[in-house]
Structure formats: C-alpha cells, structure tokens
C-alpha cells in the first residue's frame, strides 16, 4: 500500500547527541515536509522539500538539518543545538503545482525524548 | 502573517449526538484553502474536509460539513451522529490559494481534543 513511513517510532536520545528520523513515501510525491507537534502548540513547519536536492527553511529550522537526496526520502536530524528537542515529529507528504489542494498525507510519527 | 486560530482546547459530545468545533483565521489574502484534519490517538493525521474560499458553498463529507463564513473568517467543524471512532484531536488549517514557495505551506490551529461519550 501507498504512503508514508517514518521511523523509529520512539527514540532516546542523551543530551549532546545527534539524532536522525527517517521518512520515506511510496506515493510520488514530489514535495515532503517535517512538522514538529508539541502539546497544546500545534503543527510547525521546521523544513520542507519541494523536489530533490532542494529544501527550505521552515519556521523553526534552528538547530535541525534535512537532506533530499532521493524523491523517496526526507531525512531529519535532529542536532545538539537544537535546545528542546523533546517532540512529536510528524513527516508529511504532497503533490505541488497547480493541482495542488493543500492535502497533506502524513506518516505516523516519531517520538523523541531527551534524557 | 497569517494566523489560525482554535479557541476550545477540549470538547466532549454524546454518541450519536452533534457537535461544533471552532476556527478562526486572520489573513488578508482573497483566495486561499481551509482544512479540517484529524489526528486519533494512532497518531496519523489524515484529511477530514476542504474549503475554497471562493466557493460559497459549504463543504461537507458524509456526517462532517463546515460552516464557513469569509467576511467573519470563520470555519467551524459540524460532526452529526458523532461515533467512538470520531475521538480525535482536530486542526483547522489555512494555505494561500496561489501555489508556490512557502506559500503552499500549512498554517495549523493549536488542535482541540474531542471525547465522544458511550
């Protein structure tokens, strides 16, 4: 079946650490997006993709990185200087030009904790 | 910028009963898309219902329907006959209508938690 695969699900990770999520789409779709979700705050767009070996800066894109190296694949780690990483991380996918409506197809998420 | 705004944290219904879940929205743009998306506690979001703003038509989906109102920039969620399986955190989403750039990006609501009653 079409969609989208985010892995680990649950993720520790120590402070000073370096972590990466792992998203991948089956879907064709050309551009991909991370969201972080914390209680009582919402989606917020850290980056986003809208073809291969490009991507953007979201809203709260300090201390995260992204890479588009496939169209398959949006990869997130999550860095030391990233100060609250403790989250929710949803990866989010979509078609783009004119016959884009705005629907995004998510994965089921990835929960970080720092201990 | 624009802004998405959800004013009830929780909500709680009666099975088989209706309820209303509350947008508002601040944007100077004319032409743009609004969302209902649902998020059960499985955890994967998925599309519930899709407004353009320049229909005058309400959109509905089976027992979900929207009441948007462009001049108040309003856009509240209507679940009739709600069920168990309607227990969910819903956003409310905003995009501008002209596609490119971060202009195709989402702008969500805080969420508001709906508990469905037996």
């Known amino acids: 079946d079409g969609g989208i695969t985010q892995s680990p699900k649950y993720l520790f990770r120590k402070e000073g650490q370096n972590v990466t999520l792992s998203c991948e789409q089956n879907l064709n779709h050309d551009a991909m997006y991370w969201y972080r979700q914390d209680p009582g705050q919402g989606l917020r767009l850290i980056y986003y993709s809208q073809i291969v070996n490009d991507f953007q800066k979201g809203d709260i894109a300090e201390g995260y990185s992204v890479s588009r190296e496939k169209k398959e694949s949006f990869p997130l780690t999550v860095t030391s200087a990233q100060k609250n990483p403790t989250a929710f991380y949803l990866c989010a996918s979509s078609i783009t030009g004119l016959r884009f409506s705005g629907e995004l197809f998510f994965g089921e998420g990835s929960r970080l904790t720092v201990l | 910028a624009q802004t998405v705004t959800q004013s009830q944290p929780e909500m709680s219904v009666q099975e088989a009963e209706t309820v209303t879940l509350s947008c508002t929205y601040d944007t100077s743009e004319s032409d743009y898309y609004l969302f209902w998306y649902k998020q059960p506690p499985s955890r994967q979001m998925i599309l519930v219902i899709r407004q353009e703003a320049y229909k005058q038509q309400n959109a509905t989906e089976n027992r979900f329907s929207v009441n948007f109102q462009k001049a108040a920039k309003s856009f509240s969620l209507k679940i009739s006959d709600s069920q168990l399986g309607d227990a969910a955190m819903y956003f409310c989403?905003?995009?501008?209508?002209?596609?490119?750039?971060?202009?195709?990006?989402?702008?969500f609501g805080k969420g508001t938690k709906l508990s469905v009653k037996p």
């Open positions: 989403a905003y995009r501008r209508g002209n596609y490119g750039g971060s202009q195709g990006n989402l702008i």
